[in-house]
């Protein structure tokens, strides 16, 4: 596979030069609505954010928790589609430069056409592409595809992976590799299953792409665990949660920008 530049791995060189971590941050777009979606994002990056999962919602998110399916809920009722979140990102895009990964199963985007998908988001300004329900043994055509567009195409890997799941994982994956802290759906968690640090081991010899952990981290306390292992920190489930209890307040995406601020601060050396 031929490499993609990308904000996303331009994003990941950048912070390997000054030696510190990126923070990613997960949200479910059109919740509460897409139109305070773009607010949303620039809060997150306003708050040390480096790069954005845009979760697409779908009716049947099997592999999150009951935050994340409340989200996706919630949006699909406020009336968001995968064209409006595009455009939605064309939005973004004319407000900032922070990479952005799509975050969506499979189904969606092949009702959309993986195809003409492809074209539109990157066309949009997405810098990637991950989908939770793609099998990794049955990838490359799809990766093919995206990467066509210059899309990174980014893969899970969980302690569970069996080593010939981790080489697929490594081989599909560009930009980075995510790697599931544990097993299960998401949700926050009180403390870093032990496994994280084996599953980190055995990634990185097998590849040399960036490494971003994430399920189940919440806390500034758990932020710094995780930069001790990984190049990047993934937080979704604190940060949809924390949405999800303000979304009524005309300041949400100010007091957004704060919480961010709270759960980066460990990555910031004074």
Known sequence: MVETSTRISNLFAKHKEQGTKAFIAYLTAGDPSLAVTTELVLALERGGADLIELGVPFSDPIADGPVIQRASDRALRAGATLPKLLETVREIRRRSEIPLLLFSYLNPLL??????????????????????????????????????QSLDTVFLAAPTSSERRLRLVAEHSSGFVYLVSRTG????????????????????????????LGFGVSTPAQVAEVAKLADGVVVGSAIVKFIEANAASPELPKKLAEFTRQLTAPLHPS
């Open 111 to 148: 009702r959309y056409g993986l195809d003409k998908l492809a074209r539109d988001a990157a066309a949009a300004g997405i810098d990637g592409v991950l989908l939770t329900d793609l099998s990794v043994e049955e990838a490359a055509e799809t990766v093919t595809r995206l990467r066509a």
């Open 185 to 212: 759906v998401t949700g926050e968690q009180q403390s870093l299953a032990a496994s994280a640090a084996t599953l980190a081991e055995r990634m990185r010899q097998l590849t040399e792409l960036p490494i971003a």
